[in-house]
């Protein structure tokens, strides 16, 4: 405690009226003075310095006792440690209120002998400086208090801080940066205990800072053996509390390297070495602490004047670089029991989270690879998510411009995209490759019964003419013109036929044509119900089935409304998939955002047809956006070609136009071009 230091004074003080019928010894070594008014001398040799102590022995007669002890009462007691000896008759006694008798040395009168005053003299300035002394240690524990209350309060603060950080270097900045903090550390290390490939220990150097030196940090490893001082500790576990790394006990096994030292032109003095030790007691790291500092008023404060100090000379390091005081061993030993934990929550975390996030994106990938011409899209989608995500954090005006994202809103947006079609996995899979009205079997069994049909008329014209021709022969009338008018009505017949059937694989096509589906296919029925066809066994054979009429009646598209029902219910599916898996709180909107991607803001997507964009988050049409981007970009599939880029930014432009996509996101993906940073290789997985 350097800073107790005090300049102490001795006086005694003789009121004036007393100094011609008393004679003080003049041996004592203690200064007499000599004054006409006690209170203002006391009070202008404590004003002379701030820093100093009066231990004073005041001689005034017994009737000054009141007002000197009502002014005593006024001063700061610890700059004043007093007695007084009053001077009187015995008959004045019984005048006076002497009730504070511990403050009162003596009563003498004026005939007390020379060597009697100099004994009360004395005995008086030993109980006033065991006063001092004791009024010393009482505020010596009482900073000890303050400081061990301190460190409970740090130890308290950092476990909270510790506990909270999720990211490792932040986490590893954090343990250094606290505990350089708490120690007044100019420099520190953080080591980290690994395993090499033969699972053998090393000490892998992680992190440091020196406040003095701007150092770029290179990581390195080193054996772990008790021959460098980290390695030493991470060996035995014991804590190096060194005062000058230069003059280590020749005896010790571990030695200081100064090749650092060399480097930057610096010099390590004290080291406080502690161990990371986990909860099972194992040692995970080490925490090297180096030059502990203090100004030279000696008064640490709490916050981090020891930082401002700058080391650059020699005489920098004489004069502020200080051992580190035996209270930091246990204190920076429980800061690293709690760096170790929270280092290894931190692992297992991020382990967990790697290996949720693996096993994801292999269910996801899994599901995808049913239908290789759409896999990769949810992973395209997850990016263009991310990506347009820190595009809004970069806007600062407008709609956009309230929103930031933090890195965990980021990775929740992420899981969301990855898991948004995950619901397509109950979905009949060919309805998502169904590229036109019929499906190709469905198609090829109506053309099968067209060219039935064909062959059915042509054999019944064939009998037909054949019975007229037995007819001619029998009746021997000539047949000729009966001949050629069942013949021009076979061909207009099969012609026809074929015409219904280039017909009907027009109408096959999804696309929108001026022809009304309906009408031509009523049409078509019409003519098919006045041929009265039959199958070998002689039943009535329906060239267009039933659900044939439902789907070439398709007026958009290639889905039949029974379809897409199916094809929409693939968000309720995720929605259900996705709000089964325990997430953590912070990912708890994952099931939501999945849910909307579907959703636009007039209010005519699906599930729920949620009008404006109140209705759903941000994160949600980001990833509509997402999507339409990638479904209209994807690589050519077999029943579908990609659509080029300036034409898919158009479609955007107009669907925002048509209030189905969010405008100021659209415009975002535009404006900053947010489509070419998806990398070649996520665009062809
Ligand atoms: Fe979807
Ligand atoms: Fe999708």
Redesign the pocket.
């Known amino acids: 405690m350097r800073g107790d230091k005090k300049n102490v004074i001795k006086k005694i003080l003789v009121a004036e009226e007393l100094s011609e019928n008393i004679s003080l010894p003049a041996d004592t070594g203690i200064t007499i003075t000599v004054t006409g008014n006690v209170e203002k001398t006391i009070d202008s040799i404590i004003l002379e310095s701030e820093n100093t102590t009066l231990l004073c022995l005041i001689v005034i007669p017994i009737n000054r006792y009141e007002t000197v002890y009502r002014h005593m009462n006024l001063i700061d007691y610890s700059k004043i440690f007093y007695q007084m000896l009053l001077v009187g008759d015995d008959s004045s006694l019984p005048d006076h209120n002497l009730d504070r008798l511990y403050h009162i040395s003596d009563f003498i009168d004026e005939k007390t002998s020379q060597s009697k005053i100099r004994f009360i003299i004395e005995k008086s300035f030993s109980i006033i400086e065991k006063h001092f002394q004791n009024e010393q240690k009482k505020n010596w524990y009482y900073a000890k208090l303050i400081d061990a209350q301190r460190d409970q309060e740090d130890l308290i603060n950092i476990g909270k801080s510790l506990s909270g950080e999720k990211d490792m270097e932040k986490l590893l900045r954090l343990i250094l940066y606290l505990s350089k903090k708490i120690t007044g550390a100019d420099g520190g290390s953080i080591y980290l205990v690994e395993e090499d490939e033969n699972s053998r220990k090393r000490l892998r150097f992680k992190y440091s800072h020196t406040f003095s030196r701007e150092i770029p940090l290179e990581e390195f490893v080193m054996e772990m053996n008790n021959k460098s001082i980290s390695g030493y500790v991470a060996v035995t576990g014991e804590v190096l509390n060194l005062p000058n790394a230069y003059m280590i006990d020749a005896l010790a096994p571990y030695s200081f390297n100064p090749y650092f030292d060399r480097q930057h032109s610096y010099i390590s003095r004290s080291m406080l070495v502690v161990p990371m030790k986990n909860h099972l007691d194992q040692i995970i790291g080490v925490i090297q602490l180096i030059n502990s500092k203090e100004d030279l008023s000696g008064i640490r404060k709490y916050e981090n004047e020891a930082f401002e100090i700058k080391l650059e000379t020699e005489a920098d390091f004489d004069r502020y670089v200080v051992t580190f005081d035996d209270r930091y061993n246990s204190l920076l030993e429980a800061i690293a029991g709690q760096a170790a934990i929270a280092i290894e929550n931190n692992r297992l975390i991020n382990q967990i989270q790697m290996q949720f996030e693996e096993f994801v994106k292999a269910s996801v990938t899994a599901i995808e690879s049913r239908d290789p011409a759409t896999s990769g899209h949810s992973f395209r989608v997850a990016l263009i998510c991310k990506e347009m995500a820190m595009a809004v954090n970069s806007v600062d005006k407008g709609y956009l411009g309230k929103y930031k994202f933090t890195e965990t809103d980021i990775k929740e947006l992420e899981f969301a995209a990855l898991l948004?079609?995950f619901g397509k996995v109950y979905i009949d899979l060919n309805i998502f490759k169904k590229a036109k009205k019929l499906y190709p079997k469905d198609l090829e069994n109506l053309k099968l019964r067209l060219d039935y049909l064909y062959r059915y008329i042509e054999l019944k014209f064939f009998a037909k003419e054949m019975d007229i021709i037995r007819e001619s022969l029998a009746s021997n009338r000539p047949s000729n013109e009966t001949l050629s008018a069942t013949h021009e009505e076979k061909i207009k017949k099969l012609t026809r036929v074929t015409e219904m059937k280039e017909q009907l694989i027009r109408l096959n096509e999804p696309t929108i044509t001026d022809l009304d589906p309906d009408s031509v296919l009523s049409g078509i029925l019409d003519e098919i119900a006045d041929i009265e066809c039959t199958d070998i066994t002689g039943n009535s054979l329906d060239i267009l089935t039933d659900l044939d009429r439902i789907n070439l009646r398709i007026k958009r598209g290639s889905l039949n409304e029974q379809e897409r029902i199916e094809i929409e219910s693939?968000?309720i599916e995720t929605y259900k998939f996705v709000s089964k898996i325990p997430w953590p709180p912070e990912y708890k909107n994952i099931p939501e955002i999945a849910l909307r991607?579907?959703e636009k803001l007039d209010g005519t997507g699906y599930p729920d047809r949620l009008n404006g964009r109140e209705a759903t988050s941000l994160q949600s049409r980001m990833m509509a956006i997402a999507?339409i981007y990638d479904a209209l970009t994807a690589q050519d599939r077999p029943y579908k070609k990609s659509v080029p880029l300036d034409k898919v930014l158009i479609i955007l432009k107009e669907e925002a136009d048509r209030n189905k996509l969010d405008p100021d996101l659209v415009n975002l993906f535009i404006d900053t071009k947010l489509y070419e940073r998806i990398p070649a290789a996520v665009q062809s997985i």
Request: charge should be negative; charged fraction near 30%.
């Open positions: 948004h079609d693939h968000v991607h579907h999507d």
